[in-house]
């Protein structure tokens, strides 16, 4: 049995519960939040422990992993302590403020010989990985598109800078982590976005590569729909609802469907779980370099928008 503390037992903690109970040799240990209540309400719906503090609930017995699911303003602390706790973490996205943060957690990481992975379930399923595979099937890439346009910012946590609200940090990352996981790091990155009350509510980003740009939309005011385009010389590649897919669709000169209807934060738990438990220090799926490398493509869409967050000033 692999043993899990919660930190944090919000919205996403719930869904990330819900299919962890779903997984052979999965079980919550532990749990922790702000308020007590909403721990101890946790724990007894996911047969766990609730704890007053963190690092009581890091320590507890058989507790093999963290995940954090506070805010993101406060991922760096949490997964400081736990490092220093030695504990191996899977943490949310958005993973840090900016990169200067997810490099000093790497590094600690690093120094105490603990594995420490991004939340980022989209790559640890079997969708956006055979995309990667079909991409050859298409031919010299023409023209890339992507957006993820959901009405969301009646959220009062994506409207507050405090905890780092706006649509490029929680919906952003998405179609901007597809196009590097595909096609690697830009040469250059163009981003024009709308900026009110401290946070970005749209933003059109141009990924541009040799040979063909990747174009984003990205809107947290505006519902257009989700999804992710590659137009190759010899046929296309579309997935729909992409950060979450459940389908891959290929037309050209070779065409082909692939459906998965498997629990994707189920998916990302047993692997990262397996990754752990064989003595890995870095994810395979996720890597820290990915992880900061579009760290650093935020943090320059961010500066090309002049968005600077209340703790960065």
């Known amino acids: 049995m692999f043993g899990w503390a919660f930190l944090g037992c919000g919205n996403i903690a719930e869904q990330v519960a819900?299919?962890?109970a779903g997984e052979e040799g999965q079980k919550?240990?532990?749990?922790?939040?702000?308020?007590?209540?909403?721990?101890?309400?946790?724990a007894v719906k996911y047969g766990s422990r609730a704890f007053s503090a963190a690092e009581e609930a890091l320590q507890a017995e058989g507790v093999n992993a963290a995940y954090i699911a506070v805010t993101a303003d406060k991922?760096?602390?949490?997964?400081?302590l736990c490092l220093e706790a030695g504990v191996p973490v899977l943490c949310?996205?958005?993973?840090?403020?900016?990169a200067g943060e997810a490099e000093e957690v790497f590094a600690l990481a690093k120094e105490k010989g603990l594995y420490l992975c991004e939340a980022m379930w989209t790559w640890f399923n079997a969708p956006a990985l055979t995309v990667r595979k079909w991409l050859p099937k298409i031919g010299?890439?023409?023209?890339?598109?992507?957006?993820?346009c959901v009405s969301i910012s009646g959220n009062p946590r994506l409207v507050d800078p405090a905890r780092l609200g706006g649509a490029l940090v929680d919906i952003g990352v998405y179609p901007i982590r597809y196009a590097y996981e595909l096609f690697g790091m830009p040469k250059s990155v163009v981003c024009r976005g709308r900026v009110e009350g401290g946070?970005?509510?749209?933003?059109?980003?141009?990924?541009?590569?040799?040979?063909?740009?990747?174009?984003?939309?990205?809107n947290m005011d505006e519902f257009k729909g989700e999804e992710f385009v590659i137009e190759g010389e010899k046929g296309t590649i579309r997935v729909p609802w992409f950060h979450a897919a459940r389908e891959v669709i290929l037309t050209g000169e070779e065409e082909a469907r692939f459906e998965d209807g498997s629990p994707k934060y189920g998916t990302e738990i047993?692997?990262?779980s397996e990754e752990i438990a064989n003595g890995r220090?870095?994810?395979?799926?996720?890597?820290?370099?990915?992880?900061?490398?579009?760290?650093?493509?935020?943090?320059?869409?961010?500066?090309?928008?002049?968005?600077?967050?209340?703790?960065?000033?």
């Open 140 to 148: 010299a890439v023409k023209k890339v598109t992507g957006k993820y």
């Open 18 to 20: 819900n299919e962890l």
């Open 92 to 98: 949310e996205k958005p993973f840090t403020v900016n």
């Open 199 to 218: 946070v970005d509510h749209e933003e059109q980003v141009t990924l541009s590569y040799d040979g063909f740009e990747a174009e984003i939309d990205i």
């Open 270 to 272: 047993a692997r990262v």
């Open 281 to 313: 220090k870095e994810s395979a799926f996720c890597p820290p370099k990915n992880t900061l490398d579009v760290m650093r493509l935020l943090d320059e869409c961010r500066r090309q928008m002049g968005l600077v967050y209340p703790s960065e000033k």
């Open 28 to 42: 919550i240990v532990s749990c922790w939040n702000r308020s007590p209540a909403r721990a101890e309400k946790f």
């Open 75 to 80: 991922h760096l602390e949490y997964i400081r």
